[in-house]
C-alpha cells in the first residue's frame, strides 16, 4: 500500500522505528490482517493503546498513536489519531481518479448506498461501505479499501455542524447527493434548518465541475440550488418537476412499481421493497448513478433483487406467525412516517411497537405525538412502546394515539401484551432509535424462527 515515511508525512506525525511498508489499515485490534498499521483510537469506554501488544501478536507492520508505546514495532506519533486516519485516508483517495459518490440525508442514505452500489455494480466494480461506516473512522476505513474501483461510493452522516464538510474534505466527492433533511439530531442542531445547512457542508466540498444530485420535492431544494451555485444539478422528485422523476406508482405492502423518468428516456421499475419513501430513494440512486455513466437498464436489473437492509422494513415472522416488519436500525419523525405508511397498507389487524426517538432537542415530546397522531390516523390498531429508561417526552405517543397508546416498562411485559392477541391475520412494526435498542424486541418476537422470505403483507 505505501511506506510508514509516507504515511507519517500525510497525517504531519514522526516515525519512531524503522520505515515498513504496509498493506491495509485497521482499528480493531482483534481484526488486523498480517502487515497492517494499526491506529490507537481513544475512546469512551477503550483506548486503542491499551491493545498496541495485540496488535503486534494479529501481524501489524507499525502503529500510530498519540503515546509511544514500549513495543517492539514502528510508530507514527501524532497529535490525534482520528484526525491522522482521516488526513492519511484524504491523501491515498488522491491517487484515484474516478467518479466518487459522496450520498447524505435525514433518513435513507444507507438505502440509496445499497441501491447505487447494486445498480454500478451490475457493469462497473464499486467501492462501498461495510455497514453503515458513515462517520469519522467508517469513511476512511472505506476510502483504504480502494484499489482497482471504477466507482466509490460513500455514506456520509452527522449529528453536529462540520461533520460533514471533514468528511466531505477526505472523501473528495465529484458528485454529491443530498437525499432529503428532516427533524433528525435536533439536539446537535437546533432546528431543521441547521439540519440542512449541515447536510449542505457537502456541496462546499465539491470541486466547480462537480455535480449536485438534489431532492426537487424537499424544502430546501432552492436552499441548496443556490449553495450549488454554477455546479451542474441533477434533480429528482416525484411532486415537483425534476429530471428524475416516477409516475403510475403502484404501491404494495412488500413492493413497488412504477414508471422512471429520466430526461428522454423512461423506464419500468420493479422493485422489490415496499414505501412511497423507497420509490424516492430510487429516484435518488438512479439520478447519481446516471450521472455517474450507468444506463437506465442497470438502474432497473440492478434493483431487481435488492434486499431491504437489514433492521430497515424487513420483513419476517414471528414465532406466533405474524408478518413481523423490522424497522428497528434507527428512527426519526420522518422516517416514523414512512414505517407507519408501510404497515398501513398491510392487510389484517396492524400493530406499531415503538421505542425513543433520540436527540430530538426542545420538541420531542411534540414530535412523539405527531407521530402517534399519524398512526392514528392511518388505521393502525394498537400503538406499544417501550419506555425502560423513565423518558418523559414518551408520553407523547400514549397521548397522540387518543390516550390509548400503551406504554411498558420492560421488553418482556411488552412481549406478555403481544402475546394476548391471535397474530394468524396480524402486521406487527417494530421501530426506534439505536439507543432504545428495539432489536430486543424483534428478538423476543422471533425467538427460534429463521423465516424471513415467505413473510409477507
Known sequence: MMLASEAAKAMRGTLIGLDRRFNGVSIDSRAISKDDVFFAIPGDKYDGHNFVDRALAGGAALTVVEKVADVAISQIKVSDSTIALGNLAKHWRTKFSIPVIGITGSNGKTTVTAMVRHIIGQSHLPLFPEQSYNNQWGVPLTLFKLKEHSHAVIEMGMNRPGEINYLSQIAEPTIALINNASAAHLEGLGDVEQVAMAKGEIIDALSMDGVVILNADDLFFNFWSRQADSRKIVSFGIENKADFSAKNIQLQPASCSFELHAYDESILIDLPLPGYHNVMNVLAAAAASHVAGVSLRDVRDGLLHIEAVSGRLTLMKSEAGANLIDDSFNANPSSMFAAIDVLSQCKGKKIL????????????????????????????????????SDNADLKGYQRGFANNGEEFKTVEALIAALSDDDHSNTAILVKGSKSSRMGRVISQLRKGNAERESASC
Do not use: C, F, P, W
Request: no cysteine; glycine share 8%.
Open 353 to 388: 411497537v415503538l421505542g425513543a426517538m433520540a436527540e430530538l432537542g426542545d420538541d420531542s415530546e411534540k414530535l412523539h405525538q405527531e407521530t402517534a397522531v399519524a398512526a392514528a390516523k392511518a388505521g393502525i390498531d394498537r400503538l406499544l412502546y417501550l419506555n425502560d
